[in-house]
């Protein structure tokens, strides 16, 4: 009834009387002509008729279930109900309400009853509850039709409320309704409440319904408690098909496939003739096991038994299929159905959908759109949605958002939740913003979408405000809420607010959870703040939790702490009950080869053969690249001859090794035999090589392949390509390179910069830094270095050092050895050795080898003997293990001095040391040799 008119009604009037009203309100045309449907109803002769409805009538002392009662007219409105059964809407009672208040129908309990069982088909359960409340004088049968019109609306609550007031009123209850309230419980999954109910069950006598102990069956797996719902089984004398397909069932529901499986074999060999649930239950836990030749053999049993053409059992063999990837078996059975339900729809376009069959997928909701039968829901949307998240196609997933606006599904919470987690995984944080602004009753989880959103696209702040007025608005907390607002503490400034997070999540009781404490991990190493994240791990006692361990291992790689992620790993190995996977071993690799420590490398190299890790490809790779840092490209090259099953990645990792020990054309030749179609990693690590050997003809070529793949907006290629062009020469290709860019990151910025910086133009590279920092941009440790490298190469001392004293004050850039590299070798290409030999000595703590290398290059460039001979005695203690080219750049000093008799005797000292110098080469290029010669992998 809608309450824009039903507020206009007196309210002295019953809720029979009402409807009347009511109905002729809204369907006036309707009303007159449902009265003249049944020839042999009469009207009523006076007005007193319509008080029938009411408690207070002559006949309410008569016996209301009197079959042979003298008003047998009555039964023309149940069988007025009864024809709407197969397809129940809200219209059809109604009418029938009207009628039976007419005709005095209301005081017959049956027509009460069927009116109430049609109000409850229509969805309509407030009706229902406004009609029983007008009877005092109530029945079991129609008890049990109002505690079953709760449970078909899902109002649990309700039906156990209607089974107390029943039971504290005097009402006798029969098995039909002890079937009905245990249904509702497993429904809430009050497993107390359902054993009192069994317990009540066996005190009446009850429990020798099968139906009653099928339900009482079902509650226990609902609840999980299957040794209950076993030992129930084995009581029961009397087991039907629905007795077996719950136990059959409940195994499933609670993650024992194998035993559900074992059952529905049990049930073929003690002769009980299965239905569609239980093929449809065993089909699906063949899926669970993993065994589609299982799945198979039920398949042809069930065609075998003539189930061929049942539908839960079809939608289930779709599954099966589509989940192996067979899905032209799913299309089969699909396209053989005679009926199609709206699940039946769904698992089809699911499968297309998990094998990537993006296209397909749409087609078949086309498809669906024009059947008359199944017409796309919540699930279906739902599908589709994630789909488009998930392959971040955006302008697909707003058609889809338009689609759910326009079949009025938009104010599904699943659906405008879905459509939030689509806009955020499509880096469509606006949309999301307005999407979740327009939601009128949100739940938590729209909250926590919209902070993942915020979180995911690095909008830290408004992730973190939002998080703040969600708990002003609800006290509601889940571990979801905290996951989503810890990865928003991204930045130093963001520590203070991630320790709050912390505290609120011991408050809430959510620090024993696992990826919560991980995720804390993460955000601590992040911060630099390893006790912290230590003293996590500590204090948890992870045992077998081998995702704690490799969140402190991988974060202390990623961050730079290498050694503390040897150490992590070395403490891992003495705990017995925690054994490492692929994840830890990739991750220490790594932290080897950022160290070059090419021994304890190799013994972990060992260990993961030992342990049968090493045939992992994620593995492998990363012993070709720690091997390829280390420096020990063959060791690298045998790694990848090896590789049993290599992806586009390992290809990438060799390229690389090759390209970053100096060996370019040993790259070029491998991307001749490359297996795969190369990506953005493989164009950076040939553009490099190229750079390498001056080729300037296959870098155009590569550059023609960058073109011709639609790749050339990457940031990464656009830089190695300006480095490329500016290196072989074309520092005119390199600009219209850099300025076509539209989206300059800082690394495309610092190749353009270190371009002008060694073709001596020094002052087009400052103004680039100050272009790049007027963009919003800010300035990294390599903007700095390439600045004042440039500085040094165009005698710009006054303002290289003045960028250098403001790079830590203005910028928050630290001074490293390769800023003190610039400074020294500019001072010393200025002439000013004193002033650089001051600037060394006032660095804080000792300066390493290299600044005092510089200084030496210096002195032997301007022949100051003297103050090289003091940085070379320097040197000599500082770094014994590279003595000979010291030995050498010092007699080479003496050389240009004429002290040709020191110089003697350091040759004679490198020779009795039998010290040996790394011979240097030059790589000549003919230009036009090059440009003409035909490329080995071309």
Same mark, same amino acid.
């Given at each position: 009834?809608?309450?824009?008119?039903?507020?206009?009604?007196?309210?002295?009037?019953?809720?029979?009387?009402?409807?009347?009203?009511?109905?002729?309100?809204?369907?006036?045309?309707?009303?007159?002509?449902?009265?003249?449907?049944?020839?042999?109803?009469?009207?009523?002769?006076?007005?007193?008729?319509?008080?029938?409805?009411?408690?207070?009538?002559?006949?309410?002392?008569?016996?209301?279930?009197?079959?042979?009662?003298?008003?047998?007219?009555?039964?023309?409105?149940?069988?007025?109900?009864?024809?709407?059964?197969?397809?129940?809407?809200?219209?059809?009672?109604?009418?029938?309400?009207?009628?039976?208040?007419?005709?005095?129908?209301?005081?017959?309990?049956?027509?009460?009853?069927?009116?109430?069982?049609?109000?409850?088909?229509?969805?309509?359960?407030?009706?229902?509850?406004?009609?029983?409340?007008?009877?005092?004088?109530?029945?079991?049968?129609?008890?049990?039709?109002?505690?079953?019109?709760?449970?078909?609306?899902?109002?649990?609550?309700?039906?156990?409320?209607?089974?107390?007031?029943?039971?504290?009123?005097?009402?006798?209850?029969?098995?039909?309704?002890?079937?009905?309230?245990?249904?509702?419980?497993?429904?809430?999954?009050?497993?107390?409440?359902?054993?009192?109910?069994?317990?009540?069950?066996?005190?009446?006598?009850?429990?020798?319904?099968?139906?009653?102990?099928?339900?009482?069956?079902?509650?226990?797996?609902?609840?999980?408690?299957?040794?209950?719902?076993?030992?129930?089984?084995?009581?029961?004398?009397?087991?039907?098909?629905?007795?077996?397909?719950?136990?059959?069932?409940?195994?499933?529901?609670?993650?024992?496939?194998?035993?559900?499986?074992?059952?529905?074999?049990?049930?073929?060999?003690?002769?009980?003739?299965?239905?569609?649930?239980?093929?449809?239950?065993?089909?699906?836990?063949?899926?669970?096991?993993?065994?589609?030749?299982?799945?198979?053999?039920?398949?042809?049993?069930?065609?075998?038994?003539?189930?061929?053409?049942?539908?839960?059992?079809?939608?289930?063999?779709?599954?099966?299929?589509?989940?192996?990837?067979?899905?032209?078996?799913?299309?089969?059975?699909?396209?053989?159905?005679?009926?199609?339900?709206?699940?039946?729809?769904?698992?089809?376009?699911?499968?297309?959908?998990?094998?990537?069959?993006?296209?397909?997928?749409?087609?078949?909701?086309?498809?669906?759109?024009?059947?008359?039968?199944?017409?796309?829901?919540?699930?279906?949307?739902?599908?589709?949605?994630?789909?488009?998240?998930?392959?971040?196609?955006?302008?697909?997933?707003?058609?889809?958002?338009?689609?759910?606006?326009?079949?009025?599904?938009?104010?599904?919470?699943?659906?405008?939740?879905?459509?939030?987690?689509?806009?955020?995984?499509?880096?469509?944080?606006?949309?999301?913003?307005?999407?979740?602004?327009?939601?009128?009753?949100?739940?938590?989880?729209?909250?926590?979408?919209?902070?993942?959103?915020?979180?995911?696209?690095?909008?830290?702040?408004?992730?973190?405000?939002?998080?703040?007025?969600?708990?002003?608005?609800?006290?509601?907390?889940?571990?979801?809420?905290?996951?989503?607002?810890?990865?928003?503490?991204?930045?130093?400034?963001?520590?203070?607010?991630?320790?709050?997070?912390?505290?609120?999540?011991?408050?809430?009781?959510?620090?024993?959870?696992?990826?919560?404490?991980?995720?804390?991990?993460?955000?601590?190493?992040?911060?630099?703040?390893?006790?912290?994240?230590?003293?996590?791990?500590?204090?948890?006692?992870?045992?077998?939790?081998?995702?704690?361990?490799?969140?402190?291992?991988?974060?202390?790689?990623?961050?730079?702490?290498?050694?503390?992620?040897?150490?992590?790993?070395?403490?891992?190995?003495?705990?017995?009950?925690?054994?490492?996977?692929?994840?830890?071993?990739?991750?220490?690799?790594?932290?080897?080869?950022?160290?070059?420590?090419?021994?304890?490398?190799?013994?972990?190299?060992?260990?993961?053969?030992?342990?049968?890790?090493?045939?992992?490809?994620?593995?492998?790779?990363?012993?070709?690249?720690?091997?390829?840092?280390?420096?020990?490209?063959?060791?690298?090259?045998?790694?990848?001859?090896?590789?049993?099953?290599?992806?586009?990645?390992?290809?990438?990792?060799?390229?690389?090794?090759?390209?970053?020990?100096?060996?370019?054309?040993?790259?070029?030749?491998?991307?001749?035999?490359?297996?795969?179609?190369?990506?953005?990693?493989?164009?950076?690590?040939?553009?490099?090589?190229?750079?390498?050997?001056?080729?300037?003809?296959?870098?155009?070529?590569?550059?023609?392949?960058?073109?011709?793949?639609?790749?050339?907006?990457?940031?990464?290629?656009?830089?190695?390509?300006?480095?490329?062009?500016?290196?072989?020469?074309?520092?005119?290709?390199?600009?219209?390179?850099?300025?076509?860019?539209? @989206?300059?990151?800082?690394? %495309? !910025?610092?190749?353009?910069? =270190? /371009?002008?910086? $060694? &073709? *001596? +133009?020094?002052? #087009?590279?400052?103004?680039?830094?100050?272009?790049?920092?007027?963009?919003?941009?800010?300035?990294?440790?390599?903007?700095?270095?390439?600045?004042?490298?440039?500085?040094?190469?165009?005698?710009?001392?006054?303002?290289?050092?003045?960028?250098?004293?403001?790079?830590?004050?203005?910028?928050?850039?630290?001074?490293?050895?390769?800023?003190?590299?610039?400074?020294?070798?500019?001072?010393?290409?200025?002439?000013?050795?004193?002033?650089?030999?001051?600037?060394?000595?006032?660095?804080?703590? @000792?300066?390493?080898?290299? %600044? !005092?290398?510089?200084?030496? =290059? /210096?002195?032997? $460039? &301007? *022949? +100051?003997?003297? #103050?090289?001979?003091?940085?070379?005695?320097?040197?000599?203690?500082?770094?014994?293990?590279?003595?000979?080219?010291?030995?050498?750049?010092?007699?080479?000093?003496?050389?240009?001095?004429?002290?040709?008799?020191?110089?003697?005797?350091?040759?004679?000292?490198?020779?009795?040391?039998?010290?040996?110098?790394?011979?240097?080469?030059?790589?000549?290029?003919?230009?036009?040799?090059?440009?003409?010669?035909?490329?080995?992998?071309?």
């Amino acid at each position: 009834m809608g309450s824009c008119w039903a507020a206009l009604l007196p309210r002295n009037r019953s809720f029979s009387n009402r409807i009347i009203v009511a109905f002729k309100l809204k369907h006036p045309l309707l009303f007159i002509e449902s009265y003249g449907l049944f020839s042999n109803v009469h009207p009523p002769c006076s007005p007193i008729s319509l008080q029938f409805s009411t408690a207070h009538n002559p006949f309410v002392k008569m016996s209301q279930r009197d079959l042979h009662q003298l008003y047998t007219r009555f039964y023309d409105v149940i069988n007025l109900l009864k024809s709407s059964m197969s397809r129940p809407n809200i219209v059809t009672p109604t009418i029938a309400h009207c009628l039976a208040v007419k005709v005095g129908a209301l005081v017959h309990l049956p027509v009460c009853t069927s009116l109430l069982t049609s109000y409850s088909r229509a969805k309509d359960l407030d009706s229902s509850l406004a009609l029983f409340d007008e009877f005092s004088n109530k029945d079991v049968i129609f008890w049990n039709a109002i505690i079953n019109a709760a449970v078909e609306n899902t109002s649990y609550n309700v039906a156990v409320r209607f089974f107390v007031e029943m039971t504290e009123g005097g009402g006798a209850f029969d098995s039909t309704t002890l079937l009905l309230i245990v249904s509702a419980l497993s429904h809430l999954k009050y497993l107390k409440c359902g054993k009192s109910f069994h317990c009540l069950s066996i005190k009446v006598g009850m429990l020798w319904d099968c139906s009653l102990c099928n339900a009482v069956l079902d509650m226990y797996a609902k609840c999980g408690d299957l040794t209950s719902s076993q030992s129930l089984f084995t009581w029961m004398e009397t087991r039907d098909v629905v007795t077996w397909n719950s136990m059959v069932n409940g195994f499933l529901y609670n993650g024992h496939p194998e035993k559900s499986f074992w059952c529905f074999r049990e049930m073929i060999y003690f002769g009980i003739r299965v239905d569609g649930v239980s093929l449809s239950c065993a089909i699906s836990a063949s899926a669970d096991m993993g065994e589609l030749s299982s799945g198979q053999a039920v398949h042809a049993w069930g065609i075998k038994q003539g189930y061929n053409d049942d539908i839960s059992c079809s939608n289930s063999l779709i599954s099966l299929y589509s989940e192996y990837g067979d899905i032209e078996a799913s299309k089969s059975v699909f396209e053989e159905m005679v009926l199609r339900d709206v699940v039946s729809w769904n698992a089809m376009i699911r499968g297309l959908a998990s094998n990537g069959r993006v296209v397909e997928t749409f087609d078949m909701l086309y498809k669906m759109q024009l059947t008359g039968c199944a017409q796309p829901g919540v699930a279906t949307l739902f599908t589709f949605i994630s789909l488009c998240a998930e392959r971040m196609l955006l302008r697909e997933g707003k058609t889809v958002h338009g689609f759910a606006v326009r079949r009025q599904m938009i104010s599904d919470v699943w659906v405008t939740n879905s459509l939030l987690d689509m806009y955020s995984k499509c880096d469509c944080v606006v949309k999301a913003e307005f999407l979740f602004n327009t939601i009128p009753q949100r739940d938590l989880v729209s909250w926590n979408a919209m902070i993942s959103c915020y979180s995911r696209n690095g909008y830290s702040k408004e992730a973190q405000s939002l998080f703040k007025k969600l708990i002003h608005q609800c006290s509601q907390l889940s571990f979801s809420t905290v996951l989503a607002v810890i990865s928003s503490c991204i930045s130093p400034e963001s520590l203070q607010f991630g320790k709050s997070i912390h505290c609120l999540g011991i408050k809430a009781g959510l620090s024993s959870n696992i990826l919560i404490v991980s995720s804390l991990m993460h955000m601590y190493v992040n911060f630099g703040d390893l006790p912290a994240a230590f003293m996590l791990l500590e204090r948890i006692h992870v045992g077998e939790e081998i995702v704690c361990w490799n969140t402190i291992i991988a974060g202390c790689t990623r961050n730079g702490y290498f050694r503390e992620a040897l150490a992590t790993f070395n403490w891992m190995r003495q705990e017995i009950s925690v054994m490492w996977d692929s994840i830890t071993l990739v991750n220490v690799i790594s932290a080897c080869g950022n160290l070059a420590m090419i021994y304890e490398a190799k013994s972990l190299h060992g260990l993961a053969i030992k342990t049968f890790v090493g045939s992992e490809t994620r593995v492998q790779n990363a012993l070709i690249t720690m091997y390829g840092r280390c420096g020990h490209s063959k060791s690298a090259k045998s790694v990848f001859d090896f590789c049993s099953s290599r992806n586009l990645c390992s290809w990438n990792c060799m390229i690389s090794v090759f390209s970053q020990n100096k060996e370019g054309r040993r790259a070029l030749e491998l991307f001749y035999f490359l297996e795969f179609e190369p990506n953005e990693i493989t164009i950076v690590a040939l553009l490099s090589a190229c750079n390498q050997l001056g080729l300037s003809r296959q870098g155009k070529q590569i550059h023609g392949h960058v073109f011709r793949f639609g790749i050339s907006e990457n940031s990464f290629i656009t830089a190695a390509l300006v480095d490329m062009y500016s290196n072989c020469g074309r520092l005119d290709v390199g600009w219209q390179i850099f300025t076509k860019s539209e @989206e300059k990151s800082i690394a %495309v !910025w610092n190749s353009m910069i =270190s /371009a002008y910086g $060694y &073709h *001596g +133009n020094g002052e #087009m590279a400052i103004q680039l830094f100050h272009k790049m920092c007027d963009s919003g941009i800010r300035p990294s440790k390599s903007s700095f270095i390439n600045l004042l490298s440039a500085c040094s190469h165009s005698g710009l001392v006054n303002e290289g050092l003045s960028y250098y004293r403001v790079m830590l004050g203005e910028y928050g850039v630290e001074a490293v050895t390769e800023h003190q590299v610039c400074v020294v070798d500019m001072l010393g290409k200025a002439g000013k050795l004193q002033e650089a030999y001051e600037f060394i000595n006032q660095l804080p703590g @000792e300066a390493d080898a290299g %600044v !005092w290398g510089a200084l030496l =290059s /210096a002195c032997n $460039y &301007h *022949g +100051n003997m003297e #103050m090289g001979r003091k940085v070379a005695q320097h040197l000599f203690g500082l770094e014994p293990e590279n003595v000979v080219g010291y030995y050498i750049a010092l007699a080479n000093l003496y050389v240009g001095a004429g002290g040709w008799k020191d110089a003697v005797e350091l040759r004679q000292i490198v020779q009795h040391k039998n010290l040996k110098k790394l011979p240097a080469y030059s790589l000549l290029i003919n230009i036009d040799a090059s440009s003409t010669s035909a490329s080995p992998w071309m």
